[in-house]
């Protein structure tokens, strides 16, 4: 019988050694594994509800049509096609386009540089600027200046136009 | 004698005793400690593929309503909004300060970033260019109106009947205009 015991207690240094230290240990460490998830899957918690959060303040209409104004890309084509929009509807005629990327350095955001020439009616000028203002894109220009000729009485205007527009990123 | 020996015996099970109960104490232990871990390595795994979907839904709500991007736009659009110059406000404005296009007539106009306007015009009497300097003088969104040179454009019988001029004014959009004629002036 005091054998068996003393047999018992010699099985318990492999049992020590080999599961209960290693296991207690691993168990601690699974333990600050999962003290670390927790806070995680606490914080993901938090950023799901402020998006949620954020999702229906989006709702808001001040939100509608804001990517088309200021997409996250330049969007060259689109660009092209409202301004051919715009110079038609407003019986300016346009002769040629050239395109820059650049960066503004007050708003810190890519720009898209467009230089193109107009010519049309004198009385149609504020209407044009007015298009271009109102456009579904955001566009601006830095200055401007105009020519003025009559041809059969008619004041035409002649007009190199510098126009910007904004983007997220310099991409296309 | 007999109780010397019974004593004996009695003191004999105590280290049996301890040795049983530290066996089983450690069988037990060890048990516990497989037994936690296997709770542990459960908990571990939902709680991964918990987080796994949630960062599923962060993208998903991201990518549906485009947050991040939206609000960037929104962003940009009020600074841009403050930034652009609306030009046809600033020709529209000069229209109203000019308005009888007869007596004079622009044959140039710019306006650079800095409100400085720079026009180059047609009177069609001299005393039509010095009323230009009245008209500018009278608004309250122009100033500063300044001809650098009267010449005359075309002569009739009596002499000079068209006169051009330059001329350059600041305009200052953050005031109300008066609309004007040169019969007021």
């Known amino acids: ?172 | 004698m007999n109780q010397n020996q019974h004593q004996t015996t009695d003191n004999k099970k105590w280290p049996n005793l301890i040795a049983a109960a530290f066996v089983l104490i450690s069988v037990g232990a060890a048990a516990f400690l497989g037994w936690q871990s296997f709770q542990l390595t459960q908990s571990e795994q939902e709680l991964k593929l918990a987080i796994d979907n949630q960062k599923a839904s962060l993208i998903v709500l991201k990518e549906r309503e485009k947050i991040g991007e939206k609000m960037k736009a929104a962003e940009l659009l009020n600074k841009a909004k403050t930034y652009r110059k609306d030009w046809s406000v600033v020709l529209k404005d000069i229209n109203q300060v000019f308005p009888k296009r007869g007596e004079i007539k622009f044959n140039g106009v710019s306006v650079d970033a800095s409100n400085s306007v720079s026009v180059q015009g047609t009177a069609a009497d001299i005393s039509n260019a010095a009323q230009f300097l009245s008209l500018v003088k009278n608004s309250d969104k122009m100033k500063n109106a300044f001809i650098s040179d009267i010449r005359p454009a075309s002569s009739g019988d009596n002499g000079p009947i068209n006169y051009n001029f330059s001329a350059t004014f600041d305009y200052d959009p953050n005031t109300q205009t008066k609309a004007l004629t040169t019969d007021e002036s």
């Open chain 1, 1 to 172: 019988m005091k054998k068996i015991w003393i047999y018992a207690l010699l099985l318990l240094i492999p049992l020590y050694g080999f599961w209960i230290v290693p296991q207690n240990k691993a168990v601690k460490a699974q333990q600050e594994d999962i003290a670390v998830l927790q806070a995680e899957t606490e914080d993901y918690k938090v950023k799901i509800k402020q998006l949620s959060d954020l999702s229906k303040l989006l709702e808001n209409p001040v939100y509608d049509g804001v990517l088309e104004r200021i997409p996250t890309t330049l969007e060259q084509g689109m660009v092209i096609l409202i301004l051919q929009r715009i110079t038609e509807s407003t019986g300016f005629v346009f002769e040629s386009l050239s395109f820059s990327r650049g960066q503004n350095a007050t708003l810190e955001t890519s720009t898209m540089n467009v230089n193109f020439s107009i010519r049309g009616r004198e009385d149609k000028f504020v209407n044009f600027l007015e298009a271009i203002e109102k456009s579904p894109r955001f566009m601006g220009m830095e200055s401007f200046a105009y020519s003025v000729q009559t041809v059969n009485g008619i004041d035409i205007i002649n007009m190199s136009v510098p126009l910007y527009t904004f983007a997220q990123s310099n991409e296309n």
